[in-house]
């Protein structure tokens, strides 16, 4: 997998993100093919899940595996499934 990356590396990719919207906002704007606005949406989508699993990696690594031990193991556990649930929708 890619190798973690930090607050900076992921606000980089959002702004990219970002301006990836705001291109689509002008392509609908200025009535575009509707298959081209489609291909950037899935682009956008596909750059989103990427910032989404670069934060759930940074979690589980970061987050989780310094917070767990025997008494919390549990419910740390069953949190990271409810967040990969959330997520995964």
């Known amino acids: 997998m890619e190798k973690i990356v930090g ?4 606000i980089k990719r959002l702004r990219r ?9 002008r392509m609908v704007e200025e ?18 899940n990427k910032v989404g699993g670069l934060l759930l990696e940074n979690h589980v690594k970061d987050c989780f ?4 031990n025997d008494n919390n193991k549990e419910e740390l556990i069953n949190e990271l499934i409810d967040i990969m649930m959330k997520y995964t929708k």
Request: proline share 0%.
């Open 17 to 25: 993100i970002e301006g990836q919207i705001k291109g689509i906002q």
């Open 31 to 48: 009535e575009k093919c509707c298959k081209d606005i489609l291909i950037q949406i899935a682009a956008a989508r596909a750059a989103l």
């Open 65 to 68: 595996l310094k917070e767990i």
């Open 7 to 10: 607050t900076s590396g992921i």
